[in-house]
Nanobody, 125 residues
Framework: QVQLVESGGGLVQAGGSLRLSCAAS????????MGWFRQAPGKEREFVAA????????YYADSVKGRFTISRDNAKNTVYLQMNSLKPEDTAVYYC??????????????????WGQGTQVTVSS
């Protein structure tokens, strides 16, 4: 089992920045990849970014490429999402997720095995 706890959400004006954190505990040695997803009201959960736990290979959705940066600190079992140049359309609940099954489909939410409780990000115009 892997437990995930997100933090760092909040209210920010358009153009501002936030950094989300996701602390993993439990069987962290089984984690192959960590991802961030988001879900806005009335919309489906969508992929934001992911990072391989060992090699640090990163993946981004086109909508956030160049603005968001995913990183990890293996010693702290924590993954971060630095969000810059935020836009109102980035408003959503952000979830971190852990893949222990070594999925090929990085961008599919159903390929992740464990989820955090989510943290709200609100960007005002």
């Amino acid at each position: 089992q892997v437990q995930l706890v997100e933090s760092g959400g909040g209210l920010v004006q358009a153009g501002g920045s936030l950094r989300l954190s996701c602390a993993a505990s439990g069987r962290t040695s089984s984690i192959a990849r960590m991802g961030w997803f988001r879900q806005a009201p009335g919309k489906e959960r969508e992929f934001v970014a992911a990072i391989s736990w060992s090699g640090g290979i990163t993946y981004y959705a086109d909508s956030v490429k160049g603005r968001f940066t995913i990183s990890r600190d293996n010693a702290k079992n924590t993954v971060y999402l630095q969000m810059n140049s935020l836009k109102p359309e980035d408003t959503a609940v952000y979830y971190c997720a852990a893949d222990v099954s070594r999925t090929t489909y990085v961008r599919r939410s159903d390929e992740y095995d464990y989820w955090g409780q989510g943290t709200q990000v609100t960007v005002s115009s």
